[in-house]
């Protein structure tokens, strides 16, 4: 058992420990990192304000989705490579997205836009064919009040079919060591703690030593006892 | 050229790069305390105890405000006088802010709010606009404006037909939730950062709260995460109830409102039964309109008398009517207070006129366009709207006209009623429709606008006025206007946040008035520098102040140049004042408040779409597939940016008629307050043809900025054609035999409904 978790923020290796395991992703950017990019629209997961890309390793192979942060709890983290809006670039260096969200005219208020960003990136890193229907689909969880869309669909157009690979998968790479992988987790606050089983066998003792635990896996319901 | 040119917004690349600071960003200031805001979970009723004890000794508290606390006034209401920031005894909706919890984390706030212990006694709760007609709850009297002798002219037309159209609300959502943060100043002044689209008012608020003048309060804002109206009045609760919280403290104070409380706590849209009674000729050209307006105003009066006022200015929309008689009632319920939202009242008297005409269109077989070209504004016509403005710039048919072409109009409803002779399931609709809405504030005297700019020795420019970014794209728009005056490059002027200390007295960024009032300011302060640089550099080469150029940055006269920042240092060591401050008011408007007569607009904003929808007879299920839009914008500042307008107000409008649907319990409880059940459109939700067009005659016939038109609300009601269509669809569904009211938001619940009140025929 190991008391921390491990992950990757933008292309570097974070360890943290004695977190409030009912922390969300979101709150630990804007509170704790200062990351202040990714916001807050309802905190139930429905607007998709807070959208990050969360990339994994999969048979050596990586996955990236889009996810909201709302309602996703820090320790869900461990293993994964977190990318944000900021860390995908900035003014002076923006990413192609970000660069054409603003040419197309695709923000307005902007406080949706660096979600739709990230689905965006998650779409690219998925490379399917740039069709209005696999856009839609990228975008449904994102809610935008101001634009009506078309400007958004202009940018995702125009993205160019080219993979996305993360620049910084050598990081998420490095991350999997012998003890973050084959060691379970724990972070705790005052009165939670948060269990990161990596196998069945941990899983189930684990589940023996504490019979009435929440189990927690995509956490859309769990995360709504806290945020509401 | 800086004007007339498609600028990106001047925030779009630090938006999409998440360095954008909305108010939550701004690094938080030393202990930091944080506000919950509890609400009345009653209609209607007396508090009979409160006993907040167990709420002020739990953990991280740092104090509990209730109305006993103000030193002030016990009131933020815009000039009503009826809006508590906290119940006093008394509660009159759900969601009523009662009292407030500051602690050391929202968390703990919201934690400790709970342990509330509440008597209420409750009272008889009027929800429903019929149940405050039963009960005559009004929040001011019924008004009356009257063209000519409709109820004769009715009574003597050929024809007559009469109707009723049951018209939703709607919830702003804008995705910035409401929140404010106070910080203490010097000698108890409040510094007040607010996402407020008024920031004067919360500026005026926030003294008469606190028993302060205005001088003491200071309110600023950098931008908004969209606004809609939603952010004109209702931001003081949250601006006011920090700010005393930085009194009772001595502490930073930060209130940010979850999701569901916002949706519970504050405003919305107006909703409105519409009854008419038209009488009619044999080609559809409408004799006498009688319309009764009826809107549920909430608890207080807060903007329901000029909102409602603008329903009874719309219900002409682009139509000459004859003779008119409208009543506007407006009903006071135990439910929350609706307010100001993109329309602001427009959109419900228009849609219930467009009813009419596709009404008359039907019994006479005919298609509703004709009847629409033959009742329009323009020559033959009295062009005498009911009010006693004269519309001089009748360009609606034009523009119906010409949309009719482009878009294919009568073939594709021909081709539509040839599918729908065979298609058993699916019906189509389509309709066309205008949209004429007036601009200016009805409120005369806020029809006004100040700026500031300080041009700084090195020729970089410092741009200020009293209008509000909330996405529309305002503050690129005047910094072109500036930039175009002194003939620079955009990026050497500095776009600055909102200030009451910076200019003073503003009006809200509303009535789609920003560009108009705020760019006309800007240029007022901007010429009287320009001025005194063409003085100076006059005088520095001998020649004629006519001789003077300003071009791509530099200053030509006599053979000779300058660049802009030479010259502005050369100006400055001669000590000539580069700073100014600019003013505008809107020429031409007089209106009279009592009788609603007179001139309350500057101009009109035109435009018309054309929709097509799709509905599943069965389930009620609709899409719209297609829709076409030709808008007026005047000379376009910046087409990029109107379109976004155009498109934007396009598909909220959409929402409001189709999927938005705000649901209300017996007992008055929103059951619609998050997006989990009140449901916007998403991507999903637009059209997979849409083609918008800015109009290319578009010129303000008025002296406006650079003769462009105000842009902001009127392509909302563009999406009246959504309606028309899915009624249009409506009908078809039992082949055109018979008509059935549907009402908004027309769901496919409403749908199905409709489709089957038809069948039951």
């Given at each position: 058992m190991r008391d921390y978790i491990q992950f990757v923020l933008d292309g570097e290796i974070v360890t943290e420990s004695r977190l409030d395991p009912t922390m969300t992703v979101l709150q630990y950017l804007r509170e704790r990192r200062m990351k202040t990019g990714t916001k807050e629209g309802c905190a139930e997961g429905d607007c998709g304000a807070c959208t990050v890309v969360l990339d994994e390793l999969v048979d050596g192979k990586i996955r990236s989705r889009a996810v909201n942060t709302c309602i996703l709890f820090i320790g869900t983290l461990d293993g994964k490579e977190l990318r944000t809006v900021e860390g995908i670039g900035t003014p002076d260096t923006p990413n192609k997205i970000q660069e054409l969200v603003a040419d197309k005219h695709a923000s307005q208020c902007g406080f949706c836009t660096p979600g739709i960003v990230m689905s965006l990136v998650a779409l690219q890193t998925d490379d399917l064919p740039r069709t209005r229907d696999n856009i839609d689909e990228a975008l449904a969880g994102n809610l935008c009040r101001c634009t009506g869309y078309g400007p958004i669909i202009d940018a995702a157009m125009a993205m160019g079919g080219e993979a996305g690979i993360p620049d910084n998968a050598q990081a998420l790479k490095a991350l999997q060591h012998g003890e973050l992988v084959k060691l379970s987790a724990n972070i705790y606050g005052t009165d939670k703690r948060f269990f990161i089983p990596k196998t069945v066998i941990q899983l189930a003792k684990l589940l023996g030593e504490y019979p009435k635990t929440t189990l927690l896996a995509g956490g859309t319901d769990i995360g709504l006892w806290v945020t509401k | 050229m800086s004007v007339h040119k498609s600028v990106p917004h001047d925030s779009a690349l630090k938006q999409a790069c998440g360095t954008a600071q909305y108010l939550d960003d701004i690094p938080e200031p030393k202990a930091l305390l944080h506000m919950y805001i509890a609400m009345s979970s009653e209609a209607h009723a007396?508090?009979?105890?409160?006993?907040?004890?167990?709420?002020?000794?739990?953990?991280?508290?740092?104090?509990?405000?209730?109305?006993?606390?103000?030193?002030?006034?016990?009131?933020?209401?815009?000039?009503?006088?009826?809006?508590?920031?906290?119940?006093?005894?008394?509660?009159?909706?759900?969601?009523?802010?009662?009292?407030?919890?500051?602690?050391?984390?929202?968390?703990?706030?919201?934690?400790?709010?709970?342990?509330?212990?509440?008597?209420?006694?409750?009272?008889?709760?009027?929800?429903?606009?019929?149940?405050?007609?039963?009960?005559?709850?009004?929040?001011?009297?019924?008004?009356?404006?009257?063209?000519?002798?409709?109820?004769?002219?009715?009574?003597?037309?050929?024809?007559?037909?009469?109707?009723?159209?049951?018209?939703?609300?709607?919830?702003?959502?804008?995705?910035?939730?409401?929140?404010?943060?106070?910080?203490?100043?010097?000698?108890?002044?409040?510094?007040?950062?607010?996402?407020?689209?008024?920031?004067?008012?919360?500026?005026?608020?926030?003294?008469?709260?606190?028993?302060?003048t205005q001088k003491d309060v200071t309110v600023e804002v950098r931008r908004m995460g969209g606004a809609f109206g939603g952010k004109e009045?209702?931001?003081?609760?949250?601006?006011?109830?920090?700010?005393?919280?930085?009194?009772?403290?001595?502490?930073?104070?930060?209130?940010?409102?979850?999701?569901?409380?916002?949706?519970?706590?504050?405003?919305?849209?107006?909703?409105?039964?519409?009854?008419?009674?038209?009488?009619?000729?044999?080609?559809?050209?409408?004799?006498?309109?009688?319309?009764?307006?009826?809107?549920?105003?909430?608890?207080?009066?807060?903007?329901?008398?000029?909102?409602?006022?603008?329903?009874?200015?719309?219900?002409?929309?682009?139509?000459?009517?004859?003779?008119?008689?409208?009543?506007?009632?407006?009903?006071?319920?135990?439910?929350?207070?609706?307010?100001?939202?993109?329309?602001?009242?427009?959109?419900?008297?228009?849609?219930?006129?467009?009813?009419?005409?596709?009404?008359?269109?039907?019994?006479?077989?005919?298609?509703?366009?004709?009847?629409?070209?033959?009742?329009?504004?323009?020559?033959?016509?009295?062009?005498?709207?009911?009010?006693?403005?004269?519309?001089?710039?009748?360009?609606?048919?034009?523009?119906?006209?010409?949309?009719?072409?482009?878009?294919?109009?009568?073939?594709?409803?021909?081709?539509?009623?040839?599918?729908?002779?065979?298609?058993?399931?699916?019906?189509?609709?389509?309709?066309?429709?205008?949209?004429?809405?007036?601009?200016?504030?009805?409120?005369?005297?806020?029809?006004?606008?100040?700026?500031?700019?300080?041009v700084y020795a090195d020729g970089s420019v410092h741009l200020n006025h009293g209008g509000t970014e909330m996405g529309q794209g305002l503050f690129i728009k005047v910094a072109q206007v500036v930039a175009e005056e002194f003939k620079i490059p955009l990026a050497q002027i500095k776009i600055s946040a909102t200030r009451t200390d910076k200019v003073p007295n503003t009006s809200a960024t509303a009535a789609s008035s920003g560009t108009d009032l705020n760019g006309m300011a800007a240029l007022n302060a901007a010429r009287k520098i320009k001025l005194r640089l063409i003085a100076h550099a006059a005088k520095k080469w001998g020649c004629a102040e006519t001789e003077i150029q300003f071009e791509g940055g530099h200053i030509y006269g006599t053979g000779q140049s300058i660049s802009f920042a030479d010259l502005t240092l050369s100006a400055y060591e001669a000590r000539i004042q580069l700073s100014a401050t600019g003013f505008y008011k809107t020429p031409k408007i007089r209106y009279n408040p009592a009788t609603l007569m007179g001139n309350p607009f500057y101009y009109f904003a035109y435009g018309a779409a054309v929709s097509e929808v799709i509905i599943d007879t069965l389930t009620g299920e609709n899409k719209t597939t297609r829709v076409d839009i030709l808008h007026d914008c005047g000379k376009s500042l910046n087409p990029a940016i109107d379109l976004g307008q155009i498109e934007g107000g396009f598909i909220q409008g959409m929402g409001w008629l189709t999927c938005e649907e705000l649901v209300y319990g017996t007992d008055g409880h929103l059951k619609t307050h998050a997006p989990s059940t009140y449901k916007i459109p998403t991507i999903g939700d637009r059209p997979k043809i849409m083609n918008i067009a800015i109009w290319d005659k578009g010129r303000n016939r008025e002296a406006t900025i650079y003769r462009s038109k105000a842009v902001g609300e009127p392509p909302f009601m563009l999406a009246n054609s959504v309606h028309c269509a899915l009624a249009d669809a409506v009908c078809a569904a039992r082949d055109y035999k018979s008509r059935a009211a549907l009402n908004t938001p027309a769901t496919p619940e409403e749908i199905l409904r409709a489709v089957m009140s038809i069948s039951n025929v």
């Open positions: - | 007396q508090i009979k105890s409160m006993d907040l004890s167990a709420v002020k000794n739990a953990r991280g508290v740092a104090c509990v405000l209730t109305a006993k606390d103000i030193p002030g006034h016990n009131d933020i209401s815009p000039f009503g006088g009826d809006d508590p920031l906290f119940a006093d005894g008394l509660v009159e909706y759900v969601g009523q802010p009662i009292f407030a919890v500051v602690a050391t984390t929202r968390e703990l706030a919201t934690r400790a709010a709970k342990l509330a212990k509440i008597d209420y006694a409750p009272l008889p709760a009027i929800i429903t606009i019929g149940q405050a007609r039963d009960a005559e709850l009004v929040i001011e009297p019924a008004k009356t404006m009257a063209k000519g002798d409709a109820p004769k002219a009715i009574k003597s037309a050929p024809h007559r037909i009469e109707g009723k159209l049951v018209i939703g609300g709607q919830d702003h959502f804008y995705l910035e939730g409401m929140i404010a943060m106070s910080l203490p100043m010097d000698d108890g002044d409040v510094h007040v950062y607010s996402s407020t689209q008024n920031p004067t008012e919360i500026q005026h608020v926030v003294a008469h709260v606190l028993g302060r009045t209702q931001p003081a609760i949250m601006a006011a109830a920090s700010a005393l919280a930085v009194v009772k403290t001595g502490q930073a104070v930060k209130c940010r409102l979850d999701r569901d409380d916002d949706m519970k706590m504050t405003g919305k849209r107006h909703d409105f039964i519409y009854c008419y009674e038209c009488g009619y000729d044999e080609t559809g050209r409408i004799m006498g309109l009688k319309v009764v307006l009826e809107s549920r105003c909430g608890r207080s009066k807060d903007l329901s008398g000029p909102i409602n006022d603008r329903a009874m200015f719309h219900t002409d929309n682009a139509y000459d009517l004859p003779t008119a008689h409208i009543t506007s009632h407006r009903y006071k319920t135990h439910t929350v207070s609706n307010t100001a939202f993109r329309g602001f009242g427009g959109p419900q008297g228009m849609l219930g006129i467009e009813k009419v005409i596709e009404d008359i269109a039907f019994s006479l077989n005919k298609d509703p366009l004709d009847v629409r070209l033959l009742n329009a504004y323009g020559e033959g016509q009295t062009n005498n709207t009911p009010y006693g403005q004269t519309v001089e710039d009748a360009v609606i048919k034009e523009i119906l006209e010409a949309l009719a072409q482009t878009s294919d109009y009568r073939k594709r409803r021909a081709e539509i009623r040839s599918f729908n002779k065979t298609s058993k399931i699916l019906r189509k609709g389509i309709a066309i429709t205008p949209v004429k809405f007036g601009i200016s504030f009805t409120k005369t005297h806020l029809n006004q606008a100040g700026a500031l700019i300080h």
